[in-house]
């Protein structure tokens, strides 16, 4: 299940986005036009500039921005930063030590194709696409 700090993250891309020809967007007026508490919100940014999807900037004029164009940032990057793993189960997990069911596991193969189709689907959606597609469109 993807958490809120996922969710969050991906609304505030979308709403950078959506802002990136205004400069840096204080976080301030993003999160009161997402509905997102702004100190949660602290919490989440850092995960976004590390990864190189954002940059901040202290002071007057400062806020956030979008380090790429939106067509180059996918809902998979995205929820990777800020969810750490998309794997349905622990055995799939990056850094997960070795199942010793593994060899005999029935279910194994279901759960890798899983994870892949997951993170296929993820990363075949862009910034652009759902600022283009808005809320009411399918994906």
Sequence with gaps: MISTRGRYALRIMVDLAEHRGEGYVPMKEAAARQGISLKYLERILPALTR????????????????????EHCTAGEILRLTEGDLA??????????????????????????????????????????LVRNGPDAAV
Excluded: H
């Excluded at 990864?51 to 164009?69: A, I, T």
């Excluded at 596991?105 to 189709?117: H, Q």
């Design 51 to 70: 990864g190189g999807l954002v940059e901040g900037q202290q002071g007057k004029g400062g806020g956030y921005r979008l380090c790429r164009d939106p």
């Design 88 to 129: 349905p189960v622990a055995c799939l997990s990056c850094g997960a030590a070795p199942c010793s069911r593994q060899a005999q596991c029935k279910t194994l193969p279901m759960w890798r194709e899983f994870y892949r189709m997951t993170n296929e689907y993820f990363d075949g959606i862009t910034l652009a696409d």
